[in-house]
């Protein structure tokens, strides 16, 4: 059964140096691991959407859990899928700009532009239409 958890967490530090080892990583790990999903930094925040066997993507997720790199991670979306949205890797270095914010207040009606703050019934919508943004660069 392949399982899609997509979760948000705070970056331990302001700068983003780790970014790097963080992609680097998640590429050689995921690859091996069958997994497959999107990134995206955004203000001191990673969304992640992971996309796998379920046992996998969960055991996965509790390893980022334990990461020093991220603090407080939510799961915004834990769902059973039957394909998956990103069958390549990609990562997206999103900035606050006049389209991602339109594209953030479409799935999140209260205004905030907090990523905590996402709507779980349209969280999945809501990466898929950041990873259409011309902010996002595709990896694989």
């Known amino acids: ?10 970056a331990s530090s302001s700068l983003p140096l780790e970014l790097k ?10 690859r091996a691991l069958r997994v497959t999903g999107a990134m995206g930094f955004l203000d001191g925040l990673y969304l992640q959407y992971l996309e796998g066997d379920a046992s996998v993507v969960t055991t996965l997720y509790k390893r980022i859990e334990e990461d020093p790199r991220h603090s407080e991670p939510k799961i915004l979306e834990s769902k059973a899928i039957s394909e998956r949205a990103f069958p390549g890797w990609s ?3 999103l900035t606050w700009n006049d389209e ?10 209260s205004g905030s532009l907090d990523l905590y703050d996402a709507d779980a019934a349209t969280i999945d919508s809501l990466v898929r ?5 011309a902010n996002w660069m595709a990896l694989s």
Request: positive net charge.
């Open 1 to 10: 059964m392949l399982l899609r958890i997509i979760y948000v967490s705070r």
């Open 100 to 109: 991602t914010k339109k594209v953030f207040q479409k799935f999140n009606l």
């Open 129 to 133: 239409s950041l990873a259409a943004s």
């Open 21 to 30: 080892d963080i992609l680097a990583s998640s590429r050689k790990n995921n």
């Open 91 to 93: 990562m997206g270095l």
